[in-house]
C-alpha cells in the first residue's frame, strides 16, 4: 500500500465532532444559570445587548438563543414598558399541554395508531388506580366523586365530557406522581378528543358514571387489585367506542368533510 493510500485511509479514521451552534452554546449557559438559581424564577434577565457583551457574541445568537429558552418553557417574552424576558420554570401543565399538543399533530398526520394509544393507557392508568387506592390521602375520595354527576337529568354531551376528564384527572393527581401526571393526561387527551366527535347515546353516559364509581368505591377501601381491575374493565369497555369514533374521523377526513 502506497504512502498515499495509507494516509487517505488514516483520515477518513479521523473521529469527527459535531460543532455546537453558538446560539445552542448561549442557551446552554443561561439554562445552567436558571436551573442552579442564580437566575431565580421570576427575575428579569439583562438585556440582549448586555447579554451579547458579556458573553462575546451576537445581539443575533443571543435572540436565537433566548427563543429557544422560551420554546423549552425557561422564560417567557413581553413587550412594552415593563417589557423583557424573565425566568419561568415549566410546571406540570405547561409540559402536559406541550406534549398533547404534539401527540394530536401526530395523530392528525397519522403517525400513531390508535391501538398505541390505548395501549399506552392501559399501561399507564391501571397502574395508577391501583396507585391511588394506597396512597389515597385525605378528601381524595370526596374530590372523585364529586367528579362523578348525579344519574338524574341528561347533561350535554360536552359537560359529560368534562365530568370524564375530571376525574381521570384527579385519580391521576391521587397518585403523587408528577410525571405520571405530564405522561397520561396528554394521551387521554388525544382519545377523548376522537371519542368526543361522535354521537354517544346517554346509556353509554351511565356506563361510565357506573365504571367511575366502582373505581372510586375500590379507592376509598384501599383495595388495589379492585382498583386496578376496575379500570382495566372500563378501558376495555371503552375501546368498541374508540375504534367507531377512530374510523369516523378517518372516512370523514378522506371525504373531505
Known amino acids: 500500500m502506497t504512502d498515499g493510500r495509507r494516509e487517505r485511509r488514516d483520515e477518513q479514521r479521523l473521529p469527527l ?47 436565537e438563543a433566548l427563543r429557544l429558552l422560551a420554546a423549552q418553557g425557561l422564560i417567557r417574552t413581553s413587550k412594552g414598558q415593563t417589557g423583557g424576558s424573565y425566568v419561568t420554570l415549566p410546571t406540570v401543565d405547561h409540559i402536559s399541554e406541550s406534549l398533547s399538543s404534539n401527540i394530536t399533530l401526530l395523530v392528525d398526520a397519522r403517525d400513531l395508531t390508535l391501538d398505541e394509544l390505548i395501549e399506552v393507557r392501559v399501561l399507564l392508568e391501571v397502574p395508577a388506580a391501583r396507585l ?24 350535554d354531551t360536552q359537560a359529560e365530557f368534562v365530568h370524564n376528564r375530571d376525574f381521570h384527572a384527579t385519580l391521576i393527581e391521587c397518585c ?21 366527535r361522535s354521537g354517544l347515546p346517554r346509556v353509554f353516559h351511565r356506563s361510565i358514571h357506573a365504571h367511575h ?18 379500570m382495566e374493565d372500563h378501558l376495555t369497555f371503552l375501546v368498541p367506542y ?3 369514533a377512530w374510523k369516523a374521523t378517518r372516512l370523514s377526513v378522506a371525504s373531505g368533510r
Open 213 to 230: 364509581a366502582r373505581i372510586v368505591a375500590a379507592v376509598e377501601v384501599g383495595d388495589e387489585d379492585a382498583a386496578g381491575a376496575e
Open 176 to 196: 403523587d406522581n408528577r410525571l405520571l401526571q405530564i405522561a397520561a393526561q396528554p394521551v387521554f387527551s388525544a382519545l377523548q378528543t376522537s371519542l368526543s
Open 132 to 155: 391511588a387506592a394506597r396512597r389515597r390521602h385525605e378528601g381524595d375520595v370526596e374530590r372523585l366523586r364529586e367528579t362523578i354527576p348525579p344519574d338524574r337529568p341528561a347533561l
Open 242 to 244: 374508540y375504534e367507531k
Open 17 to 63: 465532532r459535531r460543532v455546537r451552534k453558538g446560539y445552542e452554546q448561549v442557551a446552554d449557559q443561561l439554562r445552567e444559570l436558571i436551573v442552579t438559581g442564580e437566575l431565580p424564577q421570576g427575575g428579569r434577565l439583562p438585556t440582549e445587548t448586555v447579554l451579547a457583551r458579556d458573553l462575546g457574541v451576537s445581539r443575533t445568537t443571543v435572540r
